[in-house]
């Protein structure tokens, strides 16, 4: 299975400033996905991250909101711009491992951010 | 739009006992059904996928079914230990490789 590292793993964020997560797999991996999830709550998909192109966002997320790179096939990030309180959250990247549909999720471990 | 549901969102069983958490989606032209479990401050583990085409899928004391007919996936942990205590969460897959979570059933199995 993938191994995926994120960075950082927690931090706390000043009301007003941006913070780029960084993720990164073991492997090359086709499907690169960016999830939050709020405190006491499940995950929501934030955005397909794509190799080459822009992401492709989830109904409520937006670019300049959530910025995201894919320079290459092992390497995501995701910016949140502009924290607000309500951007406390965790957020996580996964791939998908395979080819086709319907492969096996994989998760990094998240990045814990509190704004202050 | 596809909505996944866990209940109950919380189980408390004493050590040995048998778990049985449930899922119910709402979109029956779902691409697998996956479970994972997430530990407190850590990230989620795959423990079971199964495909739109399987009936179920086991892993040691795992067993996880699927019926798309009826919108409804079980995960059953035999002989429960104090180490699954955890949040379990299921997950629809769709076109794209996207995932739709439920809430979670947060499980203490108590020594």
């Known amino acids: 299975s993938a191994v995926i590292s994120q960075k950082p793993s927690r931090d706390i964020c000043q009301r007003g400033t941006s913070l780029t997560i960084q993720c990164q797999v073991d492997?090359?991996?086709?499907?690169m996905f960016w999830y939050r999830q709020q405190p006491g709550q499940s995950l929501t998909l934030i955005a397909t991250?794509?190799?080459?192109?822009?992401?492709?966002?989830e109904s409520g997320f937006v670019i300049d909101k959530f910025p995201i790179s894919r320079p290459n096939l092992t390497f995501s990030t995701l910016t949140v711009s502009n924290m607000s309180p309500e951007d406390s959250s965790i957020y996580l990247c996964?791939?998908?491992?395979?080819?086709?549909?319907?492969?096996?999720?994989?998760f990094g471990e998240g990045s814990w951010l509190t704004v202050v | 739009k596809q909505e996944v549901t866990q209940i109950p969102a919380a189980l408390s069983v004493p050590e040995g006992e048998n778990l049985v958490l449930n899922c119910s989606f709402t979109?029956?032209?779902?691409?697998?059904l996956q479970w994972f479990r997430q530990d407190p401050g850590k990230g989620l583990t795959s423990l079971l996928l199964?495909?739109?085409?399987?009936r179920e899928q086991t892993s040691g004391r795992l067993n996880a079914s699927l019926d798309k007919s009826s919108g409804r996936s079980t995960l059953y942990i035999a002989a429960s230990q104090p180490g699954d205590s955890a949040t379990y969460l299921c997950?629809?897959?769709?076109?794209?490789?996207?995932?739709?979570f439920g809430g979670g059933t947060r499980v203490l199995v108590k020594p």
């Open positions: 979109d029956s032209a779902i691409y697998n």
């Open positions: 492997s090359q991996v086709t499907m």
């Open positions: 991250a794509n190799q080459g192109s822009e992401a492709t966002y």
């Open positions: 997950a629809g897959g769709a076109a794209g490789n996207k995932l739709t």
């Open positions: 996964s791939v998908e491992e395979g080819l086709g549909p319907g492969n096996t999720i994989y």
């Open positions: 199964i495909q739109s085409s399987q």
